[in-house]
């Protein structure tokens, strides 16, 4: 997905800094950049995967059945009107939610 390769430009792109100081100063400093990088990949990942099942909806009338679109990202749940994303570390609820830490809460 073209969307999906931007992203992942982007995130190279803002981690060159970090890669090139990172023999300067604090080591744990480094860790807390490379931290912040992927934590914004995968927000931006989440925001492009919800984009994608509001698309869905708007076709269908539902969230049941939508995919993500974005290889990182899964459907944990999508029903009638609401659905949960979520990646290796973080989730997002819907509609109308933001990307969190941890993963879908189960009951809902």
Not at 62 to 74: N, P, R
């Amino acid at each position: 997905m073209c969307c999906e390769s931007v992203l992942r430009l982007l995130a190279l792109l803002a981690l060159a800094p970090v890669v090139v100081l990172a023999g300067c100063g604090d080591s744990g400093g480094v860790a807390r950049e490379v931290g912040a990088v992927v934590g914004m990949v995968e927000r931006a990942e989440l925001t492009a995967a919800a984009a994608n099942l509001q698309q869905w909806y708007q076709a269908h009338g539902t969230y049941a059945g939508a995919d993500a679109g974005v290889s990182e990202v899964t459907v944990v749940r999508a029903d009638t009107e609401t659905w949960c994303l979520q990646t290796a570390t973080a989730h997002e609820a819907g509609p109308d939610g933001t990307p969190a830490a941890g993963p879908c809460d189960q009951r809902k």
